[in-house]
């Protein structure tokens, strides 16, 4: 460590010289000799370096210090390799071609045309896949004789606008009734007087029913390496132990919601029983001087607008604890969102 400390020939003197930080008379001397001789872009650092025994690394820090540029200058511009669309013109209208769902072919049948470009299509020789990946673009435009790697592709991709967008439901089916937009209005005002009066509202809704046994279901979980949780390679119905139908009840005021989990058939009395199960375990106790209860829902399945025993049984819950209930229907066409997990 001595001869390290001294600067001398021993063995690892110069690595250690080179790693030790600059005294502060060096850092002076370092910075005269950035002013004097870094002229040419080429070479200087490392001449700079050799003079003074500082790391390269240093060098480059104090000449950022001095507002310089290490690295400008070093090629000439229009230097490097071209892009491919250089060497390549037609590649980017090749590419949105195979990208455009819309284009069709003018192949008349005969083969002599241009065929259809549409995904999925099973009659187009072209493209017989479902989904767009950039290994699948960069095979299919390597067949018409058009050479780019998924990489390449995913640059033109953006470049030309395209982007991964999921479908929108935007197309309705039929006319709107004239007064939609008012009944929404409508249920808006009673939830607001509900909400200033301190009532119960709730959104209930049926989810989607699921297969109880060992199936597979989507996300993952903290195992042991190599020990995941074994089911079935097939989901068919006859495999399972059971069912399982969540009806959910969100709870407005509270911000919170509450599953009832059913087994047989989603049914009126199944959905106002779930109903009814939330009111006694909780509801009762979280509004206890409630008189009224505000129930919205959408207008199909269990609690449609048009089924006779959703009110039956609806009356009769009212009946038993003294309760007056409004149920509001959201129009046709209208997803209700009240609990999603």
């Not at 106002?272 to 829902?297: C, F, H, K, N, Q």
Request: aromatic letters at 8%; one cysteine or more.
């Amino acid at each position: 460590m001595q001869n390290r400390a001294n600067g001398s020939n021993g063995s690892g003197s110069d690595q250690a010289r080179r790693h030790r930080p600059p005294a502060s008379g060096q850092v002076s001397h370092i910075r005269c000799f950035f002013c004097q001789d870094y002229r040419d872009p080429y070479g200087g650092i490392k001449f700079v370096a050799s003079a003074t025994g500082a790391a390269i690394e240093t060098v480059r820090a104090g000449l950022k210090d001095l507002g310089g540029d290490p690295v400008a200058g070093v090629r000439r511009a229009g230097g490097g390799r071209k892009k491919a669309e250089a060497g390549d013109p037609e590649l980017p209208t090749v590419l949105d071609g195979l990208l455009d769902d819309d284009l069709r072919g003018t192949d008349g049948g005969d083969g002599g045309g241009q065929a259809a470009t549409v995904a999925g299509d099973p009659m187009s020789p072209r493209l017989r896949w479902t989904s767009k990946s950039l290994v699948n673009l960069s095979r299919e435009l390597g067949k018409l004789g058009h050479k780019a790697s998924p990489t390449l592709v995913r640059r033109l991709t953006l470049q030309m606008g395209w982007r991964l967008q999921s479908n929108n439901k935007s197309i309705e089916k039929g006319a709107q009734h004239p007064d939609r937009n008012e009944q929404f209005r409508y249920i808006n005002r009673l939830v607001a007087g509900y909400l200033a009066s301190g009532d119960p509202i709730v959104s209930v809704d049926a989810k989607k029913k699921e297969k109880a046994g060992a199936f597979k279901n989507g996300g993952t979980e903290w195992r042991r390496g190599g020990e995941p949780v074994e089911v079935f390679d097939h989901d068919y119905p006859s495999w399972a132990e059971g069912k399982a139908i969540p009806y959910g009840i969100y709870d407005l005021a509270d911000n919170s919601g509450f599953v009832s989990v059913g087994d047989d058939h989603d049914t009126p009395a199944f959905a106002v029983a779930s109903l009814e199960t939330w009111w006694t375990t909780i509801g009762a106790a979280r509004y206890p001087d409630a008189r009224r209860l505000l129930i919205t829902a959408d207008s199909g399945g269990s609690n449609s607008a048009r089924s006779r025993a959703c009110k039956k049984h609806l009356a009769a819950f009212a009946e038993r604890h003294q309760i007056t209930v409004t149920l509001a229907h959201y129009p046709s066409g209208t997803q209700c969102r009240c609990l999603t997990y």
